[in-house]
């Protein structure tokens, strides 16, 4: 089965809001199996609207509409849609009564307009509203089917749910098929490191391997299509299975978990505690790490500290070694690392000092480039005490070159926890 949907709405196209409906309904279409080949935007404009909706039934089966079912001049959907199709509009008596209804109970006055959104078509049937006043519709010709939908999300997802998802079952009958995707998040190695690796999973039909790459991360998405959901949860197993021989612990998290979310838990699991010194991301790794509930457990503090003073007074670092290596060097990092543990009372202390650009670059020293200190302080066992440093040149604009480095800290702090 084949759909497609017709977003109505100017301020669509305007950017003035996202098209959060359009993402939802993909969603269900695709956990359904129907295929989703194109989505289209206009404005609302009749003649547009009428050739968006020509040319969708002519390639799909099933063609949805979201928008423009307002009691307004400017909403043309189900009428147009009716024109396009050459298909009647009848007044539906029981939502006609419904809406006379909502506005008596919310003591508002009706006026003539507000019925002419109890219009159903001749061929097919309205979708009632449990939520607002616009009924849907439903338009059949020819064994296709144009399906009309209300903007207002709240109203949009319950029909979604309650009228068109079992419309369309019913539609797919036997050969309803899922269509589920796991995501795998990696960090630490380069996009196109990590396709050489995955080269040949990537041509692969069912289940489908796609790279996606982010900053400082690269994704896979592991998509898999099978007549229900456990042959297509083991399908996509396998595959992980292979992906996680090869890429190896540069696999951090599946589907939503975050870099923060594994580290801090990892941090509780250990029951572990994590301080910062933060130069050149400025805060960033904290601002992540208190984005996950439940981190006050495993972070007590952070220090942005961004002048050379501020790294002598409020981290300790020996002003020898600033002057010898310079504030972005190895063992600033690692006294960092170390006033971080200090400054926090933690167990762990990571330190970043980096040129995050434009200007600030030196001969031997280009923008980018950033020192990880690490740093784990003695506890019952003298054997886990150690400090050390790592050299990283990043590339990108400012802001990338601080979530790069924000990224890198995030790994090496998980890699030492694992
Ligand atoms: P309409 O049915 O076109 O009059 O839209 C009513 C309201 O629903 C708009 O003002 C938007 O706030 C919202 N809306 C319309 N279309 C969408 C969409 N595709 N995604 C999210 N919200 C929408
Ligand atoms: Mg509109």
């Not at 003591?107 to 509203?129: D, F, H, T, Y």
């Not at 999300?153 to 019913?170: C, Q």
């Not at 539609?171 to 960090?187: C, E, N, Q, Y």
């Not at 790459?213 to 998405?221: I, S």
Request: aromatic residues 4%.
């Amino acid at each position: 089965l084949q759909a497609e949907i017709i977003s109505v709405g100017t301020e669509l196209l305007l950017g003035q809001i996202l098209d959060t409906n359009a993402a939802f309904l993909s969603q269900i279409l695709s956990r359904l199996g129907v295929d989703l080949f194109h989505r289209t935007t206009v404005g609302d404009n009749e003649e547009r609207i009428a050739r968006a909706v020509r040319a969708a039934v002519d390639t799909s089966d099933v063609v949805i509409t979201i928008g423009g079912l307002g009691p307004t001049q400017d909403d043309l959907t189900k009428e147009t849609v009716a024109k396009a199709l050459d298909i009647g509009l009848v007044l539906d008596e029981e939502a006609a009564e419904w809406i006379r209804r909502f506005f008596e109970l919310r003591k508002l006055p009706m006026v003539e307009s507000n019925l002419k959104q109890a219009m159903k078509p001749v061929s097919g049937r309205a979708i009632p509203n449990s939520v607002g006043t616009a009924p849907g519709a439903i338009f059949e010709k020819d064994g296709k089917a144009v399906i009309c939908l209300p903007g207002p999300p709240s109203e949009f997802n319950a029909m979604v749910t309650e009228s068109v998802e079992p419309y369309l079952r019913e539609k797919l009958g036997p050969t309803a098929a899922v269509i589920k995707s796991r995501v795998l998040r990696t960090a630490g190695i380069g996009e196109s490191a990590m396709e050489q690796k995955v080269k040949d999973l990537l041509r692969s039909d069912n289940p489908t391997v796609a790279p996606l790459a982010k900053t400082g991360e690269a994704h896979l998405r592991i998509t898999a299509k099978a007549s229900d959901e456990e042959t297509a949860d083991a399908m996509i197993d396998e595959v992980e299975t292979k992906l996680r021989e090869r890429l190896g612990s540069h696999i951090y998290g599946v589907d939503d978990e975050t870099l923060e979310q594994v580290v801090v838990k990892a941090l509780i699991a250990r029951g572990l505690t994590v301080g910062l010194a933060e130069s050149c991301t400025g805060g960033l790794i904290a601002d992540r790490i208190t984005d996950v509930p439940g981190c006050s457990a495993a972070f007590p503090a952070a220090v942005t500290s961004y002048s050379n003073t501020s790294k002598v007074e409020l981290l300790g670092v020996p002003e020898d070694l600033l002057e010898e290596y310079g504030a972005v060097s190895g063992p600033v990092a690692e006294a960092m690392a170390k006033g971080a543990c200090r400054a926090a009372g933690s167990d762990i202390g990571i330190g970043v000092t980096g040129i995050a650009g434009p200007g600030g670059a030196t001969s031997g020293k280009p923008v980018g480039l950033v020192y990880i200190g690490f740093s784990r302080k003695q506890g019952a066992h003298p054997a886990t005490e150690r400090t050390y440093s790592q050299e990283f040149t990043f590339s990108g604009d400012r802001r990338n070159i601080k979530r790069r480095a924000a990224q890198a800290a995030l790994m090496m702090l998980r890699g030492e926890l694992l």
